[in-house]
């Protein structure tokens, strides 16, 4: 799709000018409606002050394209200027002139394509990642377009596959409904409270009276996709095919539902998002989170009201759900694809929620899965940002930002044992906290690798990370909290791995084990230790991590497909874990 025009105007003129393109000063200066009639508009005629009028001169405001009338009037002096300079040169000379035209035309063209390719390469890169575009959802730009353009910049760049145009003609019954709208509540809900209870029963009693609007098909419908999707175990199976259906009936409504300045297309948009978090063969979740943010950010909601401003607590308690919900799931989003923030930490204030927490059990302290969620997100964030959103010349020593966002997720796991929340919840949360540490110690910006100290803390945590998510897949009670997410850290664990086997067999193996950099002390930065292991011990240990990692991704891609840089990467693990049996053999 081409999306820059040529700007050209007075080589090419436009065909026709629909409304006028600027008031006139006149018309300007007492606030006037100007219809931009040329030479002189209605209301300069009707008062006499055609002299005054500058529609038909080229006074033009600021950043206006020129009328029509004025374009062929530019043009037409041109010709009339060729005209007269030809008619007083001979022959030889209008031969001469014309090639020396046709040469300056073309290079003149070849500049202007040359222009108009970077102007236009510019603008796709910008309009193809959709984190970073500035759609105003408040602007009245969409006003009258809103049903047929909002809706489709949506959805448009996030679609992968098309969802079937699906009707649901009758529900199942209302005890199967209840069963995985409850299932979503406990375990999905529970980590992005940005809609009410209340307001998903309310949509369900309102599709079985035959009185539902399109958002409560929408609600109903995507609950009940994503509660069937997180429960199959293969894209083949029913229950994925039932849930494509479902989602394939809420989105065909989405002219009708997504509209812009609207805190529940908001709402609407993340239940999409957790969709496709579990269906990535139709869904990019990165568009769709980028919508969301941007649509947060243009109504305020990344800023608590000030105190002048009275506003219900039901309101701001709904204001502060969907910011966190938005926040906790762009943060992910960014740190499961190494992509930049949709905005950042800097620019928000808004009181953490509060929310019910899960029954006491024993001496544990309360908690609530999504805060627990929340404030691991929140401790990684700036340290995330500082590596992998900084220029080169700003990360000189990463240490000290490392050792510090890892102490802190350490301090917040250690709160999280004591919490009563469910233990599938701790494991599922125990497992982004490796994988972020070993993303933290894989900064791309840097200059050179990290020390040796920092490739065998990668190796420790991708040991602990393959361990405990290979049990945890095992238990299939924890299927529910699976996301495509995890086979993406997955790779990238695998990744990181196997190039730590390529690039430092020495590190991994020798005796005794590195030192911390000489520029850390102990005291101050709280550098993360190394457990003690001999080098045949992390030599099986390998070996049994790379069989587990293939295990895993063999398990996940049952749902989410096999990306290809796991195809990519795959003959070298095999490589790779051929030769470390070889050396234990040799040992």
Known sequence: MVLVQSLRLTESPQLCVSRQISACSICRGKKIKCDGLVPVCSPCQKARREAECTNGSDRFAKGKERSYVTALETRLGRLEKDIARVEGLGTAQIAQHQLAHVLDDKASMTRIAKGQRREESHVNELVSDFGFLSVNATSRDF?????????????????????????????????????LVQHYIDRHLALYPFISEARIFGSIQALYEGHASPSDGWIVFLVLAIALASSSTSSDDSSYTEAVRYAGAAVKNAKLVLLPGSLQSIQLILLLVQYSMQDPHHLDSW????????????????????????????????????????????????????????????STNVVMLKLPSAILIDQMKSGHPALELIRLR???????????????????????????????????????QETSIQNSFKLSFHLEMLYLKILLLSPFRLPRPLEDYGQRLILEHSIAYSQILSTFIKDHTNRSLWTSYDLSRTIFVAQRTL?????????????PSPQPPRQLSKAEHRIPSLPERNGRERLHLGIETLRLLDSIVRVLARNYGVPSSWKDIKPRFERMEAMLQARDGTA
């Not at 950010?297 to 105190?307: A, E, I, K, S």
């Not at 219900?312 to 709904?318: E, G, I, M, P, Y």
């Not at 929140?378 to 990360?395: I, M, T």
């Not at 086997?501 to 991994?508: G, M, N, Q, R």
Request: negative net charge; proline residues 7%.
């Open 499 to 511: 190039e730590i086997f390529e690039s430092f067999p020495e590190v991994c193996f020798s005796n």
């Open 143 to 179: 006003d009258g377009l809103a049903q047929d353009v909002f809706a489709q910049l949506i959805l448009a760049p996030s679609t992968l596959l098309d969802l079937p145009n699906s009707t649901i003609d009758i529900l199942p019954s209302r005890p199967s409904v209840t069963s």
């Open 378 to 416: 929140q401790a990684v964030s700036p340290a995330y940002q500082s590596l992998f959103q900084s220029g080169p010349d700003r990360v000189h020593d990463p240490w000290p930002t490392i050792c510090a966002a890892c102490h802190a997720m350490d301090e917040w796991y250690l709160h999280l």
């Open 287 to 346: 568009y769709l989170v980028g919508a969301a943010a941007r649509m947060m950010v243009d109504l305020g909601l990344h800023q608590d009201p000030p105190r002048s401003v009275k506003m219900k607590d039901a309101q701001l308690d709904l204001r502060r759900r969907i910011f966190h919900s938005v926040y906790s799931v762009d943060r992910l989003t960014s740190f499961t694809h190494r992509r930049t923030f949709s905005f950042t930490d800097d």
